[in-house]
């Protein structure tokens, strides 16, 4: 019964996803469907290889699923915008990792994570976050030349050229982390910790992750 209510929600999805791809805006009661279509999905997951369907019906989940992910990750990017110092242009969020930011006395501050079996491109152990504020012209002081990239999380054996602290733990990448409002505040609180120990006074505003 449980993979029968599955199957009728894929086929929602491929519905749901494809016309969202076009206008997010079109769809009514889209919140309230939201719960119900994770549980779906969650059953199917664990469903595994139980679950049987033709070769185009899979294609077809899967272009939907794409999709879905897509509008999602998105959607997900938006929690950081709208962040004071409203000069400063939003900080590209590293692939395979994420990124932490919170605005202190209007300067915007944000701290790139890779993800377990990832490290960073340049090496920024003493580098725990890059700013934007009035006094970088409302730029970000990053390693990169030019635009607002932080960093890069390349795969990797080892995780060496950051903090210890800027590294997701094994079994816990960033959308992991994102799960669990616990988890998510320990980020949080890891950066405004690093920021205090460097002089940096004032009340954390604007907080969030946003995940690559």
């Not at 210890?164 to 505040?185: G, H, I, R, V």
Request: hydrophobic fraction near 35%.
């Amino acid at each position: 019964m449980a993979l029968k209510g599955t199957l009728v929600w894929f086929c929602s999805l491929a519905v749901w996803s494809s016309s969202a791809a076009q206008d997010e805006t079109s769809l009514p009661n889209c919140s309230s469907q939201a719960d119900t279509l994770s549980a779906a999905l969650k059953v199917a997951v664990e469903c595994g290889e139980n679950l049987t369907q033709s070769a185009e019906q899979t294609a077809a989940l899967l272009l939907s699923i794409r999709n879905l992910s897509d509008i999602l990750h998105k959607h997900q990017l938006k929690e950081c915008q709208g962040a004071k110092p409203n000069e400063c242009p939003e900080a590209e969020v590293p692939d395979n990792g994420g990124l932490a930011c919170v605005t202190v006395s209007n300067k915007r501050y944000c701290k790139p994570l890779c993800n377990y079996g990832y490290d960073f491109g340049f090496l920024r152990v003493s580098r725990l976050y890059d700013e934007c504020s009035e006094e970088t012209r409302y730029k970000w002081n990053t390693q990169y030349i030019g635009g607002n990239k932080l960093a890069v999380c390349n795969k990797a054996s080892i995780q060496v050229a950051g903090a210890k602290t800027a590294y997701f733990p094994e079994n816990q990448d960033c959308l992991t982390t994102k799960m669990s409002t616990q988890l998510q505040n320990s980020i949080i609180e890891d950066l405004t910790t690093e920021l205090k120990n460097r002089g940096v006074q004032g009340e954390p505003q604007c907080a969030c992750l946003v995940c690559g």
